[in-house]
């Protein structure tokens, strides 16, 4: 039998280290941006054609390099990096594997031009599937200029797994953004099909946040910074209630380099112990400098990840410096009782003469049980007056539940009830007189044949907006309201991306956006049935709750999207409402083709029995 284990050839195994080393254009775009760090560039410019698809170039005024080390940059395993295993635990560089020039050659069209500072000539190459067609010397300026075209272009198969574009873009800018605050020393630039997108000048790092993610977060800061025989940490954290629903503003350098640590995420959390709202995540961008010879980060290819030789003392020191600086700064939560404003003062009687009588004031027109009166959150705007296929949840809907036969007397009519509905297996009858109560502002009771039921106020406003924002993404039909001053909103470049993937499903839910310039848009009107809520905030909150849905759930994009609305927009638990809004809200619930099954799959309503109770009381 002959043998059957063979050498592989160098461009197979190229493709193969390509799998783990370029996932998509924006690691081809992390790997020669650090390539240029590494040659000590101060200037660094990026452009990126249909989302690095077809064209990602970087232009760096580095040291450059000679026609050798040009042509033996795309090798394996060829590195200026390292010359020994010893030099593993040394490493300040970004790159040191000599895998990426390697496997990007592998499964694209690279075009390289460079040239050192001393030389008069620069040196040209091209690269095809990791074959030279061609080197000659060439006239270039001093740094290194690289094309990458085409990406995947000779694998089919991981070209079709790649994204849509305004995906990989958003995935190119969060690598863009990492190596942007790690070195903030560097002017950096990034062009997307023909727009600039960031310009960057070389500043300090609280500059560069500002400019990276918008000129309000110059008030959400609070500098961290703690030296230690251990570890010097330096950077800043976002006060409290800043925090947002999704993990993207939170950065950890270990040495300048990006790393991805839950461990270390635990200890900022930890730090901000009933400081922060339920499921939200505070914003850090925050720098270790450490002995190299005390971590290892040859751990993965891409270099994120990191082992320690002492990770508890790490984690103990980043919660106390994070803690110490949240105190420092007033945001921490304190008692004095040496201050006029103690609670001897605020006990102290009024003088009797002092006492002001309240003033009341009425409308003598106001008619509570007037049928025209318009509740702005309960409104049904899905449509137009003159489409017969709108749904009103409002009219008639508790037909469908039960019917109420009237017998008229010389003073009064009596109305009974004849008969009741299920919703979710239990008996829910309409009283005779449909009295509703509010308990604790949260949910609202009501008496039924065979007890009392329980309605989530909360929940069930988000059930009746989102089952309406999904028929409005459906049929277009969405509403709205126009602003009679429209406001500009600037948004970081990854967020301004996913606004222009979602804007025809924006705008189909009566939104109107337009562009203005980089990274703005102006907000002319908003759905007409959320005009009592900030079109800054709607928006913000609405692409928070969609990233944080894409990431938790992996939602259908229209699904995503009426959730995300309908939390944000939703009346919230503690809001008082009248009997006419309990009513409304209560017609609309049981017009829901799912009333009783909150968004987040819990239930809305929960019914009581008469046994019940009297079991409870008779035990």
């Not at 751990?299 to 106390?320: F, L």
């Not at 109420?404 to 009064?412: A, F, V």
């Not at 829910?428 to 007890?451: E, L, Y």
Request: aromatic content about 8%; some cysteine; charged content about 25%.
């Amino acid at each position: 039998m002959s043998d059957i284990i063979q050498l592989l050839p160098d461009s197979v195994a190229n493709q193969i280290a390509a799998g783990e080393v370029v996932q998509r254009p924006a690691s081809a775009v992390k790997e020669l941006i650090e390539n240029a760090i590494d040659a000590g560039a101060d200037k660094i410019q990026l452009i990126v054609k249909d989302a690095g698809k077809s064209l990602i170039q970087v232009i760096d005024n580095g040291c450059g390099m000679s026609g050798t080390d040009a042509r033996m940059s795309f090798e394996r395993h060829a590195t200026s990096k390292i010359k020994k295993a010893e030099d593993l635990f040394a490493i300040r560089t970004m790159g040191f594997r000599g895998e990426a020039m390697a496997s990007i050659a592998a499964i694209a069209q690279v075009e390289l031009k460079t040239r050192r500072h001393e030389d008069e000539l620069g040196t040209q190459i091209f690269i095809e599937a990791s074959e030279v067609m061609k080197q000659e010397p060439c006239s270039a300026v001093a740094g290194t200029s690289i094309s990458v075209k085409n990406l995947f272009y000779n694998i089919p198969a991981r070209r079709n797994f790649l994204k849509s574009n305004p995906v990989e873009m958003r995935h190119i800018i969060d690598e863009f953004q990492r190596i942007s605050l790690a070195h903030p020393e560097v002017f950096f630039t990034l062009h997307h099909d023909g727009q600039e997108v960031y310009h960057l000048p070389a500043t300090t790092l609280k500059q560069r946040v500002i400019h990276l993610f918008g000129n309000n977060y110059n008030q959400r800061l609070v500098p961290v910074e703690e030296d230690t025989t251990i570890i010097n940490l330096r950077g800043f954290v976002g006060k409290p209630e800043f925090a947002k629903r999704t993990r993207g503003e939170q950065f950890f350098f270990v040495n300048n380099r990006f790393i991805k640590d839950p461990y270390l995420n635990h200890a900022i959390l930890t730090a901000f112990e009933e400081l922060l709202p339920d499921d939200t995540y505070p914003l850090y961008v925050l720098f270790i400098d450490i002995d190299p010879s005390k971590i290892d980060i040859n751990v993965h290819p891409t270099k994120t990840e990191i082992k320690y030789q002492d990770e508890k003392a790490i984690y103990a020191i980043i919660r106390s410096a994070v803690k110490r600086s949240l105190g420092r700064y007033n945001i921490t939560p304190s008692l004095d009782f040496d201050q006029e404003n103690s609670i001897e003062h605020l006990i102290t009687p009024t003088p009797f003469d002092q006492i002001v009588a309240p003033v009341i004031a009425f409308n003598p027109d106001f008619n509570p049980f007037s049928k025209d009166r318009e509740l702005p959150f309960l409104r049904d705007t899905g449509g137009s007056r003159s489409n017969p296929n709108r749904i009103n949840p409002i009219a008639n809907n508790w037909d469908t539940l039960y019917e109420i036969s009237k017998k008229d007397t010389n003073t009064q009519h009596e109305i009974h009830v004849e008969e009741t509905v299920a919703v979710n297996d239990q008996e829910i009858a309409k009283s005779t007189d449909r009295q509703f109560f509010q308990v604790h502002n949260r949910f609202i009771m009501s008496q039924i044949k065979s007890g009392f039921m329980l309605i989530s106020q909360q929940a069930a406003h988000e059930r009746i907006l989102y089952e309406r924002f999904l028929q409005q993404l459906q049929n277009h039909s969405g509403v709205s309201q126009q602003s009679l001053f429209p406001q500009s909103l600037t948004l970081n470049g990854a967020d301004f991306e996913l606004l222009r993937e979602l804007m025809p499903d924006i705008r189909a839910l009566g939104f109107d956006i337009r562009e203005f310039g980089k990274n703005t848009v102006v907000v002319e009107g908003i759905p007409a049935d959320l005009n009592n809520v900030g079109e800054h905030e709607l928006l913000e909150r609405l692409l928070e709750g969609f990233k944080n849905n894409l990431s938790i759930l992996k939602l259908d994009k229209r699904d995503n999207l009426a959730r995300s609305l309908a939390r944000n927009a939703a009346i919230k638990a503690g809001t008082k409402l009248s009997s006419e809004e309990m009513n409304q809200l209560t017609d609309q619930l049981f017009a829901c083709q799912m009333p009783n099954v909150a968004l987040n799959g819990k239930s809305v309503i929960s019914t009581f029995t008469l046994n019940e109770l009297i079991e409870r009381f008779e035990k």
